[in-house]
Protein backbone atom coordinates (compact mmCIF):
# COMPACT_ATOMS: atom_id res chain seq x y z
CA UNK A 1 0.00 0.00 0.00
CA UNK A 2 1.21 3.49 -0.51
CA UNK A 3 0.37 6.24 1.33
CA UNK A 4 1.35 10.18 1.01
CA UNK A 5 1.34 12.61 3.81
CA UNK A 6 0.99 16.36 3.64
CA UNK A 7 1.01 17.65 7.40
CA UNK A 8 0.92 21.39 6.24
CA UNK A 9 -2.76 22.36 5.63
CA UNK A 10 -2.35 25.84 5.28
CA UNK A 11 0.59 28.02 4.36
CA UNK A 12 1.44 31.49 3.84
CA UNK A 13 4.43 33.11 2.13
CA UNK A 14 5.20 36.46 0.97
CA UNK A 15 5.35 37.49 -2.62
CA UNK A 16 8.84 37.67 -4.09
CA UNK A 17 10.41 35.14 -0.88
CA UNK A 18 10.32 30.77 -1.41
CA UNK A 19 8.41 28.43 -0.03
CA UNK A 20 8.83 24.63 0.70
CA UNK A 21 5.84 22.41 1.24
CA UNK A 22 6.26 19.40 2.74
CA UNK A 23 5.56 15.34 1.38
CA UNK A 24 6.45 12.44 3.04
CA UNK A 25 5.61 8.83 1.50
CA UNK A 26 5.34 5.35 2.88
CA UNK A 27 5.22 2.64 -0.22
CA UNK A 28 7.11 -1.07 -0.60
CA UNK A 29 7.62 -0.31 -4.01
CA UNK A 30 11.74 -0.45 -4.87
CA UNK A 31 11.29 1.63 -7.46
CA UNK A 32 8.13 4.95 -7.93
CA UNK A 33 7.85 8.06 -9.08
CA UNK A 34 6.77 11.19 -7.22
CA UNK A 35 4.74 13.91 -8.11
CA UNK A 36 3.37 17.60 -7.66
CA UNK A 37 0.37 19.41 -8.76
CA UNK A 38 -1.51 22.66 -8.54
CA UNK A 39 -4.88 22.70 -8.23
CA UNK A 40 -6.05 26.83 -8.68
CA UNK A 41 -9.37 28.04 -7.70
CA UNK A 42 -10.69 27.61 -10.97
CA UNK A 43 -10.55 24.05 -10.69
CA UNK A 44 -8.04 22.41 -13.09
CA UNK A 45 -4.94 20.19 -12.06
CA UNK A 46 -1.70 21.51 -13.53
CA UNK A 47 1.38 18.73 -13.13
CA UNK A 48 4.39 20.62 -11.76
CA UNK A 49 7.24 18.11 -11.38
CA UNK A 50 8.64 14.53 -11.36
CA UNK A 51 10.88 12.93 -9.34
CA UNK A 52 12.00 8.98 -10.42
CA UNK A 53 12.86 7.15 -6.83
CA UNK A 54 16.72 6.18 -8.76
CA UNK A 55 16.84 9.34 -10.40
CA UNK A 56 20.50 10.70 -9.23
CA UNK A 57 19.10 14.63 -9.16
CA UNK A 58 17.10 16.21 -7.77
CA UNK A 59 14.34 17.57 -10.32
CA UNK A 60 13.60 20.98 -10.95
CA UNK A 61 11.33 23.05 -13.49
CA UNK A 62 11.54 26.47 -13.44
CA UNK A 63 10.90 27.93 -10.51
CA UNK A 64 9.56 24.25 -8.57
CA UNK A 65 12.43 22.13 -7.53
CA UNK A 66 11.92 18.96 -5.47
CA UNK A 67 14.33 18.47 -2.43
CA UNK A 68 14.04 14.15 -2.37
CA UNK A 69 15.38 12.59 0.60
CA UNK A 70 15.03 9.14 -0.23
CA UNK A 71 16.15 7.56 3.14
CA UNK A 72 13.71 10.12 4.82
CA UNK A 73 11.04 9.07 2.79
CA UNK A 74 10.27 12.93 2.19
CA UNK A 75 9.71 14.56 -1.41
CA UNK A 76 9.30 18.34 -0.40
CA UNK A 77 8.00 21.00 -2.73
CA UNK A 78 10.14 24.21 -3.26
CA UNK A 79 9.30 27.21 -5.01
CA UNK A 80 11.32 30.39 -5.42
CA UNK A 81 10.51 34.07 -5.85
CA UNK A 82 6.80 33.23 -5.32
CA UNK A 83 4.10 35.16 -7.20
CA UNK A 84 0.72 36.09 -6.59
CA UNK A 85 -0.41 33.65 -9.22
CA UNK A 86 1.19 30.43 -7.19
CA UNK A 87 -1.70 31.14 -4.36
CA UNK A 88 -3.37 27.40 -4.89
CA UNK A 89 -3.56 24.08 -3.48
CA UNK A 90 -0.71 21.88 -4.02
CA UNK A 91 -0.98 18.03 -4.17
CA UNK A 92 1.59 15.45 -3.57
CA UNK A 93 1.38 12.40 -5.34
CA UNK A 94 3.15 9.13 -5.77
CA UNK A 95 3.01 5.66 -7.74
CA UNK A 96 4.55 2.61 -7.53
CA UNK A 97 6.03 0.70 -10.56
CA UNK A 98 5.38 -2.92 -9.29
CA UNK A 99 2.42 -4.55 -10.49
CA UNK A 100 0.59 -4.36 -7.23
CA UNK A 101 0.49 -0.70 -7.59
CA UNK A 102 -1.44 -0.99 -10.85
CA UNK A 103 0.03 2.36 -12.33
CA UNK A 104 -2.53 4.52 -9.81
CA UNK A 105 -1.11 7.43 -8.54
CA UNK A 106 -2.11 7.99 -4.50
CA UNK A 107 -2.40 11.34 -3.67
CA UNK A 108 -2.06 13.42 -0.49
CA UNK A 109 -4.67 15.44 0.97
CA UNK A 110 -2.89 18.63 0.07
CA UNK A 111 -1.82 22.28 0.83
CA UNK A 112 -3.49 25.48 0.63
CA UNK A 113 -0.40 27.69 -0.33
CA UNK A 114 -1.36 31.70 -0.19
CA UNK A 115 0.78 34.41 -1.77
CA UNK A 116 0.67 37.69 0.19
CA UNK A 117 1.84 40.72 -1.44
CA UNK B 1 -5.63 21.46 -25.03
CA UNK B 2 -8.87 19.56 -25.81
CA UNK B 3 -6.63 16.35 -25.18
CA UNK B 4 -9.58 15.19 -22.63
CA UNK B 5 -12.72 16.51 -21.94
CA UNK B 6 -15.81 15.75 -19.57
CA UNK B 7 -19.27 15.84 -19.87
CA UNK B 8 -21.41 17.46 -18.59
CA UNK B 9 -19.37 20.19 -16.13
CA UNK B 10 -22.05 20.38 -13.60
CA UNK B 11 -25.19 18.34 -12.89
CA UNK B 12 -27.73 18.21 -10.04
CA UNK B 13 -29.12 15.18 -9.76
CA UNK B 14 -32.01 13.72 -7.21
CA UNK B 15 -30.96 11.45 -5.28
CA UNK B 16 -32.18 7.65 -6.66
CA UNK B 17 -31.49 8.93 -10.09
CA UNK B 18 -28.82 7.10 -12.08
CA UNK B 19 -26.07 9.18 -13.52
CA UNK B 20 -23.39 8.94 -16.20
CA UNK B 21 -20.29 10.92 -16.35
CA UNK B 22 -18.11 11.31 -19.71
CA UNK B 23 -14.78 11.37 -20.16
CA UNK B 24 -13.19 11.77 -23.81
CA UNK B 25 -9.83 11.77 -24.94
CA UNK B 26 -8.02 12.22 -28.40
CA UNK B 27 -4.08 10.95 -27.30
CA UNK B 28 -4.72 7.83 -27.52
CA UNK B 29 -3.62 6.95 -24.26
CA UNK B 30 -4.10 3.50 -22.66
CA UNK B 31 -4.64 4.43 -19.28
CA UNK B 32 -7.40 6.29 -17.83
CA UNK B 33 -8.87 6.79 -14.62
CA UNK B 34 -11.52 8.33 -12.63
CA UNK B 35 -11.45 10.81 -8.89
CA UNK B 36 -13.16 12.22 -7.01
CA UNK B 37 -12.33 15.22 -4.71
CA UNK B 38 -13.46 15.96 -1.62
CA UNK B 39 -12.62 18.55 0.86
CA UNK B 40 -9.77 17.41 3.84
CA UNK B 41 -9.75 13.97 1.52
CA UNK B 42 -7.46 14.95 -1.27
CA UNK B 43 -7.93 13.08 -4.84
CA UNK B 44 -9.34 9.28 -4.10
CA UNK B 45 -9.54 6.98 -6.85
CA UNK B 46 -12.58 5.14 -8.32
CA UNK B 47 -11.96 3.12 -10.94
CA UNK B 48 -9.81 2.80 -13.52
CA UNK B 49 -8.70 1.37 -16.73
CA UNK B 50 -5.52 -0.29 -18.31
CA UNK B 51 -7.46 -1.05 -21.51
CA UNK B 52 -10.53 -1.39 -23.86
CA UNK B 53 -12.76 -3.41 -21.67
CA UNK B 54 -9.97 -3.60 -18.95
CA UNK B 55 -10.90 -1.76 -15.91
CA UNK B 56 -10.68 -2.41 -11.90
CA UNK B 57 -11.50 -0.83 -9.12
CA UNK B 58 -10.38 1.84 -6.43
CA UNK B 59 -10.03 2.28 -3.20
CA UNK B 60 -13.80 4.42 -3.25
CA UNK B 61 -15.67 2.01 -5.76
CA UNK B 62 -19.20 1.14 -3.75
CA UNK B 63 -21.75 2.53 -5.87
CA UNK B 64 -20.47 3.32 -8.66
CA UNK B 65 -19.64 1.17 -12.35
CA UNK B 66 -17.64 2.10 -15.46
CA UNK B 67 -17.50 1.38 -18.61
CA UNK B 68 -14.74 1.18 -21.26
CA UNK B 69 -15.94 0.11 -25.07
CA UNK B 70 -13.49 2.57 -26.89
CA UNK B 71 -10.19 3.30 -26.12
CA UNK B 72 -11.57 7.23 -26.16
CA UNK B 73 -14.30 7.05 -23.86
CA UNK B 74 -14.55 6.08 -20.30
CA UNK B 75 -17.92 6.21 -18.66
CA UNK B 76 -18.65 6.53 -14.75
CA UNK B 77 -22.01 5.74 -13.84
CA UNK B 78 -23.44 6.23 -10.17
CA UNK B 79 -26.13 3.22 -10.47
CA UNK B 80 -28.42 5.64 -7.41
CA UNK B 81 -27.16 8.71 -6.58
CA UNK B 82 -26.95 9.14 -2.48
CA UNK B 83 -26.15 12.73 -1.36
CA UNK B 84 -22.62 11.16 -0.43
CA UNK B 85 -21.62 11.21 -3.97
CA UNK B 86 -21.75 15.00 -4.25
CA UNK B 87 -18.52 15.49 -5.61
CA UNK B 88 -15.89 16.80 -7.95
CA UNK B 89 -15.29 14.25 -10.11
CA UNK B 90 -11.91 14.09 -12.67
CA UNK B 91 -11.10 11.71 -15.61
CA UNK B 92 -7.15 11.26 -16.08
CA UNK B 93 -5.27 9.68 -18.26
CA UNK B 94 -1.86 8.50 -18.90
CA UNK B 95 0.34 6.87 -21.88
CA UNK B 96 1.78 4.43 -19.68
CA UNK B 97 2.47 3.94 -16.13
CA UNK B 98 6.00 5.89 -15.88
CA UNK B 99 3.79 8.70 -16.71
CA UNK B 100 1.94 10.92 -14.80
CA UNK B 101 -1.57 12.07 -15.38
CA UNK B 102 -3.22 14.69 -17.61
CA UNK B 103 -6.79 15.97 -16.08
CA UNK B 104 -9.65 16.91 -17.18
CA UNK B 105 -11.51 19.84 -16.00
CA UNK B 106 -13.71 18.28 -13.83
CA UNK B 107 -17.18 17.39 -13.02
CA UNK B 108 -19.23 19.06 -10.33
CA UNK B 109 -22.18 17.01 -9.28
CA UNK B 110 -24.65 17.66 -6.57
CA UNK B 111 -27.35 15.31 -5.55
CA UNK B 112 -30.01 16.82 -3.98
Known amino acids: AQKITQTQPGMFVQEKEAVTLDCTYDTSDPSYGLFWYKQPSSGEMIFLIY??????QNATEGRYSLNFQKARKSANLVISASQLGDSAMYFCAMRGFSGGSNYKLTFGKGTLLTVNP | DAGITQSPRHKVTETGTPVTLRCHQTENHRYMYWYRQDPGHGLRLIHY???????DKGEVSDGYSVSRSKTEDFLLTLESATSSQTSVYFC???????????FGSGTRLTVV
Open chain 2, 92 to 102: AISESEEYGYT
Open chain 2, 49 to 55: SYGVKDT
Open chain 1, 51 to 56: QGSYDQ
